[in-house]
C-alpha cells in the first residue's frame, strides 16, 4: 500500500556530511509526519529528527545543531541532512511514515569512520 525507500548512506570521514532522502510511494491521500530513526545491532531503535505536517521540527539532542530534517510534499519525500558526522553517528538510518499504521523503509547504512 505504501513503500518508503532511503537513499544516500554511504561511508564518511569524521567531520563530513552526507545528505539522506525516503521517497514514500503508493497509497498517500494526504500529508502526514514523517520522522527518522537510527539503529546500531543490539541498541535500542533512536528517533533523530521529526518533521511535522506543518513543517515543525525536533531532534534528539545528540544531533541537535548538527542534523536538518526537510520534506518536499509534492514529492513525497523527506530528507535528514547531516553535518559534523561523528563516529557514534555511525547506524542503519531508517524513515517513518504513520498513516494508519507504521510504514518503515527499509534503512541505509551511515558509516562515520577515518
Known amino acids: 500500500q505504501v513503500q518508503l525507500m532511503e537513499s544516500g548512506g554511504g561511508l564518511v570521514q569524521p567531520g563530513g556530511s552526507l545528505r539522506l532522502s525516503c521517497a514514500a510511494s503508493g497509497r498517500i491521500f494526504g500529508i502526514y509526519t514523517m520522522a527518522w530513526y537510527r539503529q546500531v545491532p543490539e541498541k535500542e531503535r533512536e528517533l533523530v529528527a521529526r518533521i511535522t505536517t506543518t513543517g515543525n521540527t525536533n531532534y534528539a539532542d545528540s544531533v541537535k545543531g548538527r542534523f536538518t530534517i526537510s520534506r518536499d510534499d509534492a514529492k513525497n519525500t523527506v530528507y535528514l541532512q547531516m553535518n559534523n558526522l561523528k563516529p557514534e553517528d555511525t547506524a542503519v538510518y531508517c524513515c517513518?511514515?504513520?498513516?494508519?499504521?507504521?510504514?518503515w523503509g527499509k534503512g541505509t547504512l551511515v558509516t562515520v569512520s577515518p
Open positions: 517513518k511514515m504513520y498513516i494508519g499504521m507504521d510504514y
